[in-house]
């Protein structure tokens, strides 16, 4: 991957769920001497035998504290960049842009969802959305009228929503 981004630069490499990549040595399951070689195969890469003029790497995870200490030192990655949990206003705002445009009914109060979801992150939120969309798509196509200006999300397939996608999605 690095050779080919190197060859392709200006180019970006991501590398989404590190931790399963670069886990700390010792800590992995299955062929330890594997590990140990990705290991040091990627930080040979990020320390440049060959320079990555051109290329960014970013990566992603949820598990920073399983990472292998040697990917956080200093000159691996110039910036390390922690997104906290959203906050009540925050986790509002984050309904706001997964509900807009869609047929919300009166009963629904964004705010009273955030506050429900404390401690939940803006993906277990777009999913609520559309659990809840979905449920109220899946009634109305039940419904033998199909009148579809009467087409709404309730707040009651709000709390369906919520009762699946959280039970499905630990903290």
């Not at 200006?10 to 700390?24: A, N, R």
């Amino acid at each position: 991957m690095f050779k080919k981004a190197r060859q392709a630069s200006p180019s970006i490499l991501f590398f989404d769920e590190l931790d399963s990549l670069l886990p700390q040595r010792g800590m992995a399951g299955g062929d330890a001497r594997v590990t140990e070689r990705v290991i040091s195969q990627f930080l040979s890469e990020l320390d440049g035998i060959e320079e990555l003029k051109g290329v960014v790497v970013l990566a992603a995870t949820n598990r920073i504290d399983i990472l292998d200490p040697a990917v956080l030192r200093p000159g691996r990655f110039d910036m390390i960049l922690e997104l906290s949990i959203p906050d009540e206003e925050e986790r509002h705002e984050i309904f706001k842009v997964h509900t807009k445009g869609k047929p919300l009914a009166e009963d629904v109060d964004l705010k009273a969802l955030a506050r429900e979801t404390k401690d939940r992150v803006g993906s277990d939120i777009e999913a609520i959305c559309r659990e809840a969309s979905m449920i109220s798509i899946r009634e109305f196509l039940r419904d033998k009228r199909k009148d579809y200006s009467k087409l709404q999300i309730t707040a009651r397939h709000f709390r369906e929503a919520i009762k699946s996608v959280l039970k499905e999605s630990p903290k």
